[in-house]
């Protein structure tokens, strides 16, 4: 099972003891900071925990596999994410 912004909403409130509606506006401001930031172009670094990096595609030949048709795919920016050393070793037991 995934967690969910409900989960972290959830877990603001039991850690730090807000009241409900203000940890729901705690994380949802937090998300949209980071979505901002990563709309902007800006890589987010949240130490201990890894690095958002928005990286520029290239334009690239493809193939529309349902009729076989070649095509060119825009240029795209994405968000790869490389987590820390820390969240590394905890993910993996260590």
């Given at each position: ?50 690095k ?24 795209r ?8 050393g ?6 993996n037991?260590?």
């Amino acid at each position: 099972m995934a967690l969910t912004k409900h989960d972290i909403a959830e877990q603001v409130q039991a850690k730090l003891g807000f009241p409900k509606n203000q940890s729901v506006e705690i994380t949802e401001a937090i998300l949209e900071t980071i979505k901002a930031t990563l709309a902007s172009g800006e890589d987010v670094l949240v130490s201990g925990f890894g690095k958002f990096c928005v990286k520029e595609k290239r334009e690239r030949k493809g193939r529309n596999p349902a009729t076989d048709e070649d095509l060119m795919l825009p240029a795209r920016r994405v968000v790869t994410f490389k987590c820390s050393g820390i969240l590394r070793e905890k993910v993996n037991g260590k």
